[in-house]
């Protein structure tokens, strides 16, 4: 029973980074129906500055709260301007040029931050520098909850929330949901389309590079390829939860980090990474529009 | 049968004996790899094209298919391949009989699974239907690398253990052109002819063709299952030319890459498939001279090729008029 407990706490702090990470990818694909593959390396490019940041203030010998806060910030903002300029560059050019194009360009901009990174960064790991001494928060029986769990769990919440008042109570927000509505007549209204698309990926690259740094705090062996398979797993995520919906990211995300632990922790570890797309194959068979997803008709 | 339809006959079959003899005498082996390469990737870009450029039919999984054929072909080759190879002899003749056992082997395993996968998933129409083939095509890699007997997380080499002396690679350039010109040819023929509009018309409009009474599901399982076939063909060509296979060369990044090759070609050209296969497999091994920065431009290469002809390098159209009779109406 307590090494349950456990394994569902390891898999609610695993599954919010998923749901960070998702986010992106469901926002982007409701204003835009553009799965963006280069997702999962925005976030690769978050835990890369978040360890740059934190050398040259040097931060790795003292841990600090304020310190994990300005890392955090700092490569929250590198990567919301990566986001935003990759979709100026990759994607806007393509705005008129149907579906497929577009994801063609979001596999280079995946292609190019995988490589430029090895060369930029070195293709060895690098070791995240310690910015919270891991210590035991509280202990009930068996169950150990640790700083680092926490810091994650609620650091994720908390963008969570302020991502549901943007999107929920702001200007922009509102914005954002008619253009994902109707893409067309939002900018008859006078929606500022180009800009609102711009925004989305700038908000969720922040998140995803708010998930780089988490994971580095609680998993700190970091390299430029260490965004190909969690990019793809939120993605399952986020298609679980019902692709396009911003709660449904949350709970796609939560539940695949939970069952993923599951599974490592009473199966084996070699069918972790089957389970996600197994996840994927049922729910699109018998639930193709996710947890969360408004069913589509087709009108002829 | 008149004499002008022998000659591309002889002309292909005296270009495939010109490859077998003369490359091995001007190329070093780093060249034919490549080569050969370049021919395994247009078998697996051509197959692809007819499901998501003709039938318009979005798969991202097709390396779970090429990974399925290959090792399905390499466990047939080192399990009972060696032996049979063995008692054939072992001379060049030997070789040519035995080599489209693995093939076939290879090409109908993954027809299998390709049907499996199809079935269901074809249901599923645009995007969903690209990420359900996306997760078989991880599904089928990740299964494999837990199969003991043909390696996992190993890898597995072709050479057999009961038969050291046997070498079961396959090292003429000539087998693998061969098998891409059969590969083109009977692709073109399936859907030049007049049958093949039904994939077009099912790529423009699925309810206006069901409509017309043609049977969607069937076409569209049709090409998947062809498709598939073909990739385990080319999954097979991997395994023999390279004598050594890892999952890790079937991922979704393989995907990825095939699907690069068909939309930057031009979705719905046979001859734009082949040419961006050809090249995209070429151009990092062109850009070697750059050192660390080649996989940089590639991907910089690929993304400004896409802005600058979204509709590919041909769009619909075809470089010569293959697979169709004489007389039939060009598609345009």
Redesign the interface.
Known sequence: MDNLLQQLLNGVTWGSIYALIALGYTMVYGVL?L?N?AHGEVYMIGAMSGFYVARALGLGSEPSVGGLVLVLGASMVICGLLGATIER??YR??RS??R??P???A???S??LQ??G??VFGADPKFFPQLLRSREVFRAGQVAVSNIQLTVLVTALLLMGALEFIVQRTRFGRAMRAVAYDAPAAALMGVPVDRVISGTFVLGSMLAAAAGILVGLSNPKIEPLMG?MPG?KA??AA?LGG?GSVPGAMIGGLLLGVIETLVTGYLSS??R??IA??I??LI??YR?TGLFGAPQT?K? | MKAGRWLPLAGALLALAGLHWLAPLFLNAYYVTILARIGIAIVAAVSLQLVNGFTGQFSIGHAGFMALGAYASAAFSVYWGAGILDSLGDGPLARVLYFPFPLVCGGLVAAAAGLVVAVPALRLRGDYLAIATLGAGEIIRIAILNVDAVGGARGFSLASSSYPAVDLRFDSLAGVYGVAALTILAIARLLYSGGGLAFRAVREDETAAESLGIATTRVKVEAFLVASFFAGVAGALFAHSEGYIHTNSFSFVRSFELVAFVVLGGLGSLSGAVIAAATLTAAPELLRGLGEWRMVLYAMLLIATMILRPQGLLGQRELWPIGRKHGAPRSS
């Open positions: 129906r799965i593959f560059v990759a050019p393509l040029a149907g497929l194009a994801l063609i360009t596999i280079g901009v292609l190019f490589n430029a090895q060369l190909l793809l993605f399952v298609v692709i070699t069918y990474d089957a797309f197994v994927l194959v699109l068979l193709p087709e002829v």
